[in-house]
Protein backbone atom coordinates (compact mmCIF):
# COMPACT_ATOMS: atom_id res chain seq x y z
CA UNK A 1 0.00 0.00 0.00
CA UNK A 2 1.53 3.05 -1.23
CA UNK A 3 0.97 6.82 0.96
CA UNK A 4 1.51 10.52 0.41
CA UNK A 5 -0.75 13.42 1.98
CA UNK A 6 -3.90 14.48 0.75
CA UNK A 7 -6.88 15.92 1.84
CA UNK A 8 -9.35 13.64 3.51
CA UNK A 9 -13.09 15.68 4.08
CA UNK A 10 -16.67 14.91 3.89
CA UNK A 11 -19.95 17.41 3.69
CA UNK A 12 -18.57 17.42 7.38
CA UNK A 13 -15.95 16.73 8.96
CA UNK A 14 -13.38 16.32 11.92
CA UNK A 15 -9.83 14.99 11.44
CA UNK A 16 -8.86 12.84 14.45
CA UNK A 17 -4.97 12.27 15.90
CA UNK A 18 -4.82 8.83 18.23
CA UNK A 19 -2.05 5.85 18.24
CA UNK A 20 -2.75 2.64 19.26
CA UNK A 21 -0.76 -0.91 20.26
CA UNK A 22 1.26 -2.05 17.65
CA UNK A 23 0.06 -5.75 17.34
CA UNK A 24 -2.14 -7.43 14.87
CA UNK A 25 -5.39 -7.16 16.98
CA UNK A 26 -8.13 -4.44 18.13
CA UNK A 27 -9.76 -5.02 21.27
CA UNK A 28 -13.61 -3.71 20.99
CA UNK A 29 -15.76 -3.00 24.15
CA UNK A 30 -12.55 -4.85 26.19
CA UNK A 31 -14.43 -7.96 25.18
CA UNK A 32 -13.86 -8.82 21.28
CA UNK A 33 -10.82 -9.37 19.17
CA UNK A 34 -10.55 -9.67 15.66
CA UNK A 35 -7.45 -11.08 13.42
CA UNK A 36 -6.10 -8.21 11.13
CA UNK A 37 -4.42 -10.59 8.74
CA UNK A 38 -6.00 -11.48 5.27
CA UNK A 39 -6.76 -15.06 4.69
CA UNK A 40 -5.98 -16.33 1.58
CA UNK A 41 -8.90 -18.40 -0.77
CA UNK A 42 -8.78 -21.58 0.05
CA UNK A 43 -10.17 -24.65 -2.69
CA UNK A 44 -13.68 -25.83 -1.74
CA UNK A 45 -15.51 -29.08 -2.96
CA UNK A 46 -19.23 -30.03 -3.79
CA UNK A 47 -19.72 -32.82 -1.24
CA UNK A 48 -22.21 -32.60 0.43
CA UNK A 49 -23.61 -28.83 -0.96
CA UNK A 50 -26.46 -30.58 -3.15
CA UNK A 51 -28.01 -32.21 0.05
CA UNK A 52 -27.32 -29.24 1.93
CA UNK A 53 -28.49 -27.10 -0.42
CA UNK A 54 -32.25 -29.41 -0.76
CA UNK A 55 -32.61 -28.80 3.12
CA UNK A 56 -31.58 -25.05 3.32
CA UNK A 57 -33.45 -22.79 5.52
CA UNK A 58 -35.59 -20.86 3.37
CA UNK A 59 -36.77 -17.06 4.66
CA UNK A 60 -37.98 -14.28 3.39
CA UNK A 61 -38.30 -10.39 3.52
CA UNK A 62 -40.63 -8.38 5.32
CA UNK A 63 -39.88 -5.66 2.97
CA UNK A 64 -40.99 -5.66 -0.49
CA UNK A 65 -38.34 -4.72 -3.81
CA UNK A 66 -41.05 -2.00 -4.49
CA UNK A 67 -40.75 -0.37 -0.84
CA UNK A 68 -36.91 0.17 -0.98
CA UNK A 69 -37.30 1.46 -4.38
CA UNK A 70 -39.72 3.95 -2.72
CA UNK A 71 -36.68 4.89 -0.53
CA UNK A 72 -34.37 5.14 -3.14
CA UNK A 73 -36.64 7.40 -5.32
CA UNK A 74 -37.02 9.86 -2.23
CA UNK A 75 -34.52 13.03 -2.63
CA UNK A 76 -32.11 12.52 0.78
CA UNK A 77 -28.60 12.46 1.72
CA UNK A 78 -28.52 9.12 3.91
CA UNK A 79 -27.05 6.23 3.18
CA UNK A 80 -28.80 4.25 0.03
CA UNK A 81 -30.93 1.33 0.92
CA UNK A 82 -29.94 -1.58 -1.20
CA UNK A 83 -31.57 -4.27 0.79
CA UNK A 84 -33.09 -5.43 4.40
CA UNK A 85 -32.24 -7.77 7.26
CA UNK A 86 -34.09 -11.02 7.60
CA UNK A 87 -34.31 -13.46 10.75
CA UNK A 88 -33.56 -16.72 10.66
CA UNK A 89 -36.25 -18.78 12.95
CA UNK A 90 -33.50 -20.82 16.12
CA UNK A 91 -35.66 -23.85 15.18
CA UNK A 92 -34.19 -24.16 11.54
CA UNK A 93 -30.47 -24.00 12.93
CA UNK A 94 -31.01 -27.46 13.22
CA UNK A 95 -30.25 -28.34 8.96
CA UNK A 96 -26.80 -28.63 9.33
CA UNK A 97 -25.26 -31.48 6.92
CA UNK A 98 -22.41 -33.51 7.32
CA UNK A 99 -19.90 -34.49 5.07
CA UNK A 100 -16.51 -36.23 6.77
CA UNK A 101 -15.12 -33.59 8.95
CA UNK A 102 -16.81 -30.64 7.15
CA UNK A 103 -20.68 -29.20 8.21
CA UNK A 104 -22.41 -27.09 5.87
CA UNK A 105 -25.52 -25.09 6.60
CA UNK A 106 -27.35 -23.50 3.42
CA UNK A 107 -29.89 -20.70 3.84
CA UNK A 108 -31.97 -19.80 0.50
CA UNK A 109 -33.74 -16.54 0.56
CA UNK A 110 -36.01 -16.04 -2.25
CA UNK A 111 -35.24 -12.99 -5.16
CA UNK A 112 -31.80 -12.01 -3.24
CA UNK A 113 -29.34 -10.71 -5.60
CA UNK A 114 -26.70 -11.35 -2.93
CA UNK A 115 -27.04 -12.43 0.47
CA UNK A 116 -24.83 -11.64 3.66
CA UNK A 117 -24.94 -14.17 7.11
CA UNK A 118 -24.84 -12.85 10.38
CA UNK A 119 -23.20 -14.80 12.96
CA UNK A 120 -24.73 -13.55 16.74
CA UNK A 121 -21.84 -14.97 18.50
CA UNK A 122 -18.47 -16.31 16.83
CA UNK A 123 -16.63 -18.32 19.19
CA UNK A 124 -12.62 -18.85 19.46
CA UNK A 125 -12.85 -22.14 18.23
CA UNK A 126 -14.48 -21.51 14.68
CA UNK A 127 -11.53 -18.58 13.79
CA UNK A 128 -10.49 -19.86 10.41
CA UNK A 129 -12.53 -22.52 10.04
CA UNK A 130 -15.65 -21.02 8.89
CA UNK A 131 -16.23 -20.69 5.29
CA UNK A 132 -19.34 -18.51 3.66
CA UNK A 133 -19.82 -19.37 -0.23
CA UNK A 134 -22.14 -19.66 -2.78
CA UNK A 135 -23.31 -23.23 -3.67
CA UNK A 136 -21.02 -23.50 -6.70
CA UNK A 137 -17.89 -21.57 -5.47
CA UNK A 138 -14.46 -23.21 -6.12
CA UNK A 139 -13.04 -20.85 -3.76
CA UNK A 140 -14.03 -19.33 -0.15
CA UNK A 141 -12.34 -16.99 2.08
CA UNK A 142 -12.22 -17.96 5.78
CA UNK A 143 -13.66 -15.64 8.74
CA UNK A 144 -10.95 -14.85 11.25
CA UNK A 145 -12.11 -13.65 14.31
CA UNK A 146 -14.00 -14.45 17.73
CA UNK A 147 -15.96 -12.84 20.75
CA UNK A 148 -19.16 -11.88 21.64
CA UNK A 149 -20.19 -9.15 19.68
CA UNK A 150 -21.88 -10.22 16.11
CA UNK A 151 -19.64 -11.24 13.34
CA UNK A 152 -20.75 -10.59 9.32
CA UNK A 153 -19.53 -12.78 7.48
CA UNK A 154 -18.87 -11.57 3.50
CA UNK A 155 -21.56 -11.15 0.65
CA UNK A 156 -22.44 -14.14 -1.54
CA UNK A 157 -24.13 -13.21 -5.32
CA UNK A 158 -27.45 -14.57 -5.60
CA UNK A 159 -30.09 -16.13 -3.64
CA UNK A 160 -28.48 -18.53 -1.39
CA UNK A 161 -25.24 -19.63 0.55
CA UNK A 162 -23.45 -21.74 2.53
CA UNK A 163 -21.79 -21.82 5.48
CA UNK A 164 -19.07 -24.45 5.27
CA UNK A 165 -17.32 -25.23 9.05
CA UNK A 166 -14.11 -27.56 8.90
CA UNK A 167 -12.24 -29.91 11.37
CA UNK A 168 -15.84 -30.13 13.59
CA UNK A 169 -17.15 -34.01 14.96
CA UNK A 170 -20.25 -32.82 16.07
CA UNK A 171 -23.11 -30.68 15.03
CA UNK A 172 -21.24 -26.76 15.21
CA UNK A 173 -23.05 -24.47 17.97
CA UNK A 174 -22.01 -21.49 15.39
CA UNK A 175 -25.33 -19.53 15.52
CA UNK A 176 -26.66 -17.73 12.20
CA UNK A 177 -29.01 -15.79 13.24
CA UNK A 178 -30.12 -13.29 10.09
CA UNK A 179 -29.27 -12.23 6.89
CA UNK A 180 -28.87 -9.65 4.84
CA UNK A 181 -31.10 -10.18 1.72
CA UNK A 182 -29.87 -7.72 -1.36
CA UNK A 183 -32.24 -6.61 -3.52
CA UNK A 184 -30.23 -4.67 -5.80
CA UNK A 185 -26.50 -4.87 -6.78
CA UNK A 186 -24.38 -2.28 -4.08
CA UNK A 187 -23.61 -0.07 -7.31
CA UNK A 188 -26.43 1.94 -8.79
CA UNK A 189 -28.17 0.80 -12.25
CA UNK A 190 -26.53 2.61 -15.10
CA UNK A 191 -29.13 5.17 -15.39
CA UNK A 192 -29.78 6.16 -12.01
CA UNK A 193 -26.55 8.72 -11.25
CA UNK A 194 -26.46 11.53 -13.19
CA UNK A 195 -25.10 12.62 -16.64
CA UNK A 196 -22.48 15.27 -15.65
CA UNK A 197 -19.76 13.55 -13.65
CA UNK A 198 -16.04 13.21 -14.52
CA UNK A 199 -13.67 10.21 -14.80
CA UNK A 200 -11.05 10.36 -13.06
CA UNK A 201 -9.02 8.08 -15.28
CA UNK A 202 -8.89 11.05 -18.04
CA UNK A 203 -6.94 12.91 -15.04
CA UNK A 204 -3.49 11.80 -14.71
CA UNK A 205 -2.77 14.11 -11.96
CA UNK A 206 -5.42 12.03 -9.50
CA UNK A 207 -3.98 8.58 -10.24
CA UNK A 208 -2.85 8.03 -6.79
CA UNK A 209 -5.87 9.57 -4.76
CA UNK A 210 -8.52 8.21 -6.90
CA UNK A 211 -6.85 4.43 -5.68
CA UNK A 212 -7.55 5.33 -1.90
CA UNK A 213 -11.18 5.70 -2.20
CA UNK A 214 -13.61 2.53 -1.83
CA UNK A 215 -17.29 2.33 -2.56
CA UNK A 216 -18.63 0.89 1.35
CA UNK A 217 -21.58 -1.51 1.61
CA UNK A 218 -22.86 -2.04 5.09
CA UNK A 219 -25.70 -3.99 6.77
CA UNK A 220 -28.18 -3.37 3.92
CA UNK A 221 -26.27 0.21 2.83
CA UNK A 222 -23.98 1.68 0.18
CA UNK A 223 -21.52 4.38 0.89
CA UNK A 224 -18.32 5.61 0.62
CA UNK A 225 -14.90 6.11 1.95
CA UNK A 226 -10.90 6.31 1.87
CA UNK A 227 -8.04 4.91 3.16
CA UNK A 228 -5.82 7.19 5.35
CA UNK A 229 -2.30 7.39 6.32
CA UNK A 230 -1.14 5.80 9.76
CA UNK A 231 -1.59 9.11 12.65
CA UNK A 232 2.24 9.75 14.25
CA UNK A 233 4.22 7.17 12.67
CA UNK A 234 3.51 3.52 10.33
CA UNK A 235 2.41 1.03 12.54
CA UNK A 236 1.62 -2.77 12.18
CA UNK A 237 -1.91 -4.10 11.80
CA UNK A 238 -4.96 -2.87 9.37
CA UNK A 239 -5.41 0.05 7.39
CA UNK A 240 -6.97 3.60 8.74
CA UNK A 241 -10.36 4.19 6.96
CA UNK A 242 -12.14 7.57 7.28
CA UNK A 243 -16.21 8.37 6.02
CA UNK A 244 -19.25 9.76 7.35
CA UNK A 245 -20.59 9.08 10.97
CA UNK A 246 -23.64 9.42 9.32
CA UNK A 247 -22.76 6.65 7.31
CA UNK A 248 -21.02 4.18 10.43
CA UNK A 249 -21.92 5.34 13.40
CA UNK A 250 -21.21 2.39 15.47
CA UNK A 251 -19.56 -0.94 15.97
CA UNK A 252 -21.79 -2.71 14.57
CA UNK A 253 -21.45 -0.64 11.11
CA UNK A 254 -18.01 -0.90 10.89
CA UNK A 255 -17.99 -4.93 11.46
CA UNK A 256 -20.50 -5.16 8.56
CA UNK A 257 -18.71 -3.12 6.18
CA UNK A 258 -17.45 -4.36 2.82
CA UNK A 259 -15.06 -2.09 0.90
CA UNK A 260 -15.30 -2.31 -2.87
CA UNK A 261 -11.60 -1.37 -4.09
CA UNK A 262 -10.79 0.28 -8.13
CA UNK A 263 -14.92 0.14 -9.03
CA UNK A 264 -13.91 2.37 -11.76
CA UNK A 265 -13.34 2.25 -15.54
CA UNK A 266 -10.44 0.98 -17.02
CA UNK A 267 -9.20 3.64 -19.20
CA UNK A 268 -10.10 6.96 -19.58
CA UNK A 269 -14.20 6.66 -20.15
CA UNK A 270 -13.70 3.62 -20.42
CA UNK A 271 -15.30 0.27 -19.90
CA UNK A 272 -16.78 -0.48 -15.99
CA UNK A 273 -16.18 -3.59 -14.34
CA UNK A 274 -18.38 -5.52 -12.77
CA UNK A 275 -18.81 -5.19 -9.14
CA UNK A 276 -18.43 -9.03 -8.26
CA UNK A 277 -14.96 -8.69 -9.75
CA UNK A 278 -13.26 -6.21 -7.95
CA UNK A 279 -11.32 -6.75 -4.92
CA UNK A 280 -12.84 -5.80 -1.25
CA UNK A 281 -12.23 -6.31 2.23
CA UNK A 282 -14.43 -7.45 4.98
CA UNK A 283 -15.13 -5.76 8.04
CA UNK A 284 -13.55 -3.14 10.34
CA UNK A 285 -13.58 -1.75 13.65
CA UNK A 286 -15.13 1.69 14.69
CA UNK A 287 -11.96 3.63 16.53
CA UNK A 288 -13.16 7.34 16.53
CA UNK A 289 -16.23 9.44 15.49
CA UNK A 290 -19.22 12.17 16.29
CA UNK A 291 -22.06 13.12 14.76
CA UNK A 292 -21.28 17.18 15.14
CA UNK A 293 -18.65 17.32 12.37
CA UNK A 294 -20.01 14.10 10.94
CA UNK A 295 -16.39 12.05 10.84
CA UNK A 296 -16.02 8.23 11.34
CA UNK A 297 -12.36 7.14 11.65
CA UNK A 298 -11.73 2.83 11.47
CA UNK A 299 -9.14 0.18 10.95
CA UNK A 300 -9.79 -2.65 8.44
CA UNK A 301 -10.05 -6.04 9.29
CA UNK A 302 -8.02 -7.05 6.16
CA UNK A 303 -4.82 -5.66 4.81
CA UNK A 304 -6.70 -3.41 1.61
CA UNK A 305 -5.40 -4.26 -2.30
CA UNK A 306 -1.62 -3.94 -3.63
CA UNK A 307 -2.00 -0.17 -5.33
CA UNK A 308 -4.16 1.11 -2.84
CA UNK A 309 -3.34 4.50 -1.69
CA UNK A 310 -3.53 5.82 1.49
CA UNK A 311 -4.03 9.46 2.08
CA UNK A 312 -2.55 12.49 4.48
CA UNK A 313 -4.10 15.19 6.05
CA UNK A 314 -3.17 18.32 8.01
CA UNK A 315 -5.06 20.48 10.02
CA UNK A 316 -4.32 23.59 7.81
CA UNK A 317 -7.84 25.13 6.92
CA UNK A 318 -8.69 25.63 3.32
CA UNK A 319 -7.90 29.28 1.71
CA UNK A 320 -10.78 31.39 0.90
CA UNK A 321 -11.38 30.11 -2.77
CA UNK A 322 -9.44 27.37 -2.77
CA UNK A 323 -9.59 24.68 -5.81
CA UNK A 324 -11.07 21.45 -4.41
CA UNK A 325 -11.48 18.06 -6.03
CA UNK A 326 -13.58 15.67 -4.95
CA UNK A 327 -13.33 11.30 -6.17
CA UNK A 328 -16.94 10.07 -4.74
CA UNK A 329 -19.50 6.88 -6.45
CA UNK A 330 -22.03 8.66 -6.83
CA UNK A 331 -25.61 6.71 -6.09
CA UNK A 332 -23.03 3.89 -5.65
CA UNK A 333 -22.24 4.12 -9.25
CA UNK A 334 -18.71 3.48 -10.93
CA UNK A 335 -15.92 5.92 -9.20
CA UNK A 336 -16.08 9.95 -10.71
CA UNK A 337 -14.57 13.22 -10.17
CA UNK A 338 -15.87 16.77 -9.17
CA UNK A 339 -13.76 19.87 -9.18
CA UNK A 340 -15.06 23.06 -7.43
CA UNK A 341 -13.76 26.11 -4.34
CA UNK A 342 -14.04 26.59 -1.13
CA UNK A 343 -17.03 29.36 -0.71
CA UNK A 344 -17.24 29.59 2.93
CA UNK A 345 -17.24 27.98 6.05
CA UNK A 346 -18.96 27.02 9.26
CA UNK A 347 -17.85 25.53 12.27
CA UNK A 348 -18.58 22.41 11.08
CA UNK A 349 -18.36 22.22 7.62
CA UNK A 350 -16.82 23.69 4.09
CA UNK A 351 -18.94 25.12 1.70
CA UNK A 352 -18.14 23.88 -1.57
CA UNK A 353 -18.94 25.29 -4.92
CA UNK A 354 -18.58 23.49 -8.18
CA UNK A 355 -17.52 24.30 -11.33
CA UNK A 356 -17.40 20.86 -13.16
CA UNK A 357 -18.99 17.54 -11.80
CA UNK A 358 -21.14 16.96 -9.19
CA UNK A 359 -21.90 15.15 -5.96
CA UNK A 360 -25.51 13.12 -5.27
CA UNK A 361 -26.89 10.78 -2.38
CA UNK A 362 -24.06 8.04 -1.97
CA UNK A 363 -21.45 10.48 -2.23
CA UNK A 364 -21.04 10.77 1.63
CA UNK A 365 -17.91 10.06 3.19
CA UNK A 366 -15.92 10.69 -0.64
CA UNK A 367 -12.66 12.62 0.37
CA UNK A 368 -11.74 16.72 -0.52
CA UNK A 369 -8.40 16.99 -2.26
CA UNK A 370 -6.71 20.54 -2.56
CA UNK A 371 -4.01 21.91 -5.00
CA UNK A 372 -1.24 20.92 -2.51
CA UNK A 373 -2.66 17.62 -1.71
CA UNK A 374 -2.87 18.05 2.10
CA UNK A 375 -6.66 17.70 4.30
CA UNK A 376 -8.25 20.21 6.34
CA UNK A 377 -10.42 19.80 8.40
CA UNK A 378 -13.77 21.83 10.04
Known amino acids: MRSAFSVF ?37 DEGVAEAVARAVVVAPEKSRAAVDAVLAAPNDEPLMIGAHVDIPAADLSRWVRAGDRWLLAVRSEGAFFL ?22 ESAEAIVGHGTHDTWGPAVEGDTFVVEVRGESSVPSLVVDRVSHGFRAVEAPPTKEQNCHLDPNCYSEYVDQRAAVALIQFEV ?13 ERRGGAWFYTANHCI ?15 ETD ?16 GSDYVAGGSFYDYTLLKLHQDPPTGAFALGWT ?33 QYWIIKYGEGNTEGGSSGSPLLNDENFSSAR
Not at 121 to 127: L, Q, W
Not at 222 to 233: F, T
Not at 317 to 342: M, T
Open 9 to 45: LLLTLALVSTSFAADNAIRVDGEFWIGLDRTEPVAVT
Open 267 to 282: VCNGAVPALASVPRTN
Open 116 to 137: RPHFAEFPPEYSGRVLVRAPHD
Open 315 to 347: AEPLDPGENVAIIHHPSGAYKRLAFGFENGSSS
Open 221 to 233: FSRLGALHRQPHR
Open 249 to 263: GNQNAAASMIAYWEF
